[in-house]
């Protein structure tokens, strides 16, 4: 019998469905910058109809989300969840992030209907794109810096069909008015009821939304309020945030962070990487009781290769504040999917699918098994073939890898040839830009 198929929360969703998730209806993630929705962060966010924002119900239950909901309960693969069908097809040991996610929400798993008043138990928000770094994988949506690299010189890519390196859709700090009148009057209905409210960007700590939010939500102790930071801002700013852990359950950081070093301050142009490591340990060592921190990573192209330094550097951390910092996470880049690691060489995925699965040998022990699973969730990724949600040539994506490194390398502190193996910069070198 596969793991899998023996997993016991597997088992409660084929209760209800081949393809049943509780993601779809208890997670939200809510761009007030945009005006788009999804649950779980996977699907591409889709618009939220603004006719209808007068029931402010729809900024999670959309029409969209509730036909997919649907699906789901009909028992049929919605497309736009391609990324948990295509890891489960690569094998039968492997857990998706669908079972992973509904793990917290068991009891839910029968209870699901398609209904337009139901609020999730987690939300995720993003007030704007205010942002001081230009990680590869973003784009001027979700990044200001992004959006006046590409106001400066924008980089046109045959693959890029979503426009992420040409144009800037939003004028960087701002939030679409209808969207954000509509959230402040959903916030007083759903605010006793959500578990956890999140709030993503850009970079929170830089967003005066943020603030003007934070200072004006009130206590709330049932609730667990978290932020996504990459933590490369004043330690002044991180004093500020943990002062009002009183007024809530818990406040929890996930610290954004691909790599360790000058591979982390790569991938994530901006960082500064000493800042970010003395930033945690003023978290861990000066915040209230309740204040908690766990690293993550979105493992792309440009930090496979130091991927495991970064699950190092989070037992470390854990080793040393065990009632602070939590699990590390990781998820994976499909868009743009000229930074998908599976378009590397086959003989570099099999190197590094061996160097981590090495890793995982020697560490398994001191890893929780959600853990676990997203160590193996890499290894099964780089051994196998898994499809994108669009048929793109791969010798375009290779094409289009090469001209962004050239576009991106420009702005590096460190340049891509200083810090990547070898193999890896002779493969690069050898794509034709053209």
Aim: aromatic share 12%; proline share 5%; hydrophobic share 35%.
């Amino acid at each position: 019998m596969s793991k899998r198929k023996e997993h016991p929360t597997y088992k409660l969703l084929q209760e209800r469905s081949d393809f049943f998730c509780t993601a779809k209806w208890d997670e939200l993630y809510l761009y007030l910058n945009h005006g788009s929705s999804n649950s779980c962060h996977h699907p591409i966010p889709h618009t939220i109809p603004a006719e209808l924002l007068s029931n402010p119900n729809v900024l999670h239950n959309t029409p969209h989300k509730l036909a997919q909901q649907q699906l789901m309960i009909d028992g049929q693969r919605p497309e736009e969840c391609h990324m948990c069908w295509h890891i489960e097809d690569l094998g039968d040991d492997i857990i998706s992030d669908r079972i992973i996610k509904s793990s917290d929400n068991r009891a839910d798993v029968q209870k699901l209907k398609v209904d337009p008043t139901h609020v999730p138990r987690f939300l995720e928000v993003v007030f704007d794109n205010t942002c001081n770094l230009s990680c590869s994988y973003c784009d001027g949506g979700q990044s200001s810096g992004w959006a006046t690299k590409i106001n400066h010189q924008p980089l046109y890519l045959e693959t890029d069909y979503r426009n992420l390196y040409s144009k800037v859709p939003i004028k960087p700090g701002s939030t679409k008015e209808q969207y954000f009148n509509a959230w402040l009057e959903w916030l007083p209905m759903i605010k006793n009821k959500i578990q956890v409210l999140k709030v993503s960007g850009g970079e929170p700590l830089l967003s005066k939304n943020f603030w003007t939010f934070f200072n004006e939500f009130g206590a709330n102790p049932q609730l667990r309020l978290d932020i996504n930071s990459n933590l490369s801002v004043d330690q002044k700013l991180i004093t500020r945030f943990f002062e009002k852990a009183h007024n809530y359950n818990g406040l929890n950081i996930g610290a954004s962070i691909d790599g360790v070093g000058d591979m982390a301050e790569y991938a994530r142009q901006g960082l500064d990487y000493k800042q970010f490591i003395n930033n945690v340990e003023h978290w861990c060592k000066n915040s209230p009781d309740n204040c908690t921190i766990y690293l993550q990573s979105t493992v792309n192209i440009f930090n496979i290769f130091g991927l495991t330094d970064m699950f190092d550097l989070s037992l470390d951390l854990r080793q040393r504040y065990p009632n602070k910092v939590k699990n590390f996470y990781s998820t994976m880049v499909r868009f743009p999917e000229f930074q998908n690691i599976s378009i590397l060489p086959k003989e570099t995925k099999n190197q590094l699918a061996n160097q981590i699965e090495n890793w995982y040998v020697a560490n398994a022990d001191k890893l929780l098994e959600t853990e676990q699973e997203i160590v193996k969730k890499n290894i099964a990724y780089l051994f196998n073939e898994p499809k994108f949600l669009k048929e793109i040539e791969l010798k375009k994506l290779e094409i289009d890898l090469a001209k962004f490194i050239d576009y991106y390398d420009a702005s590096a502190a460190v340049s891509f040839t200083k810090i990547y193996p070898a193999e890896f910069i002779t493969w690069v070198n050898s794509i034709p830009r053209q």
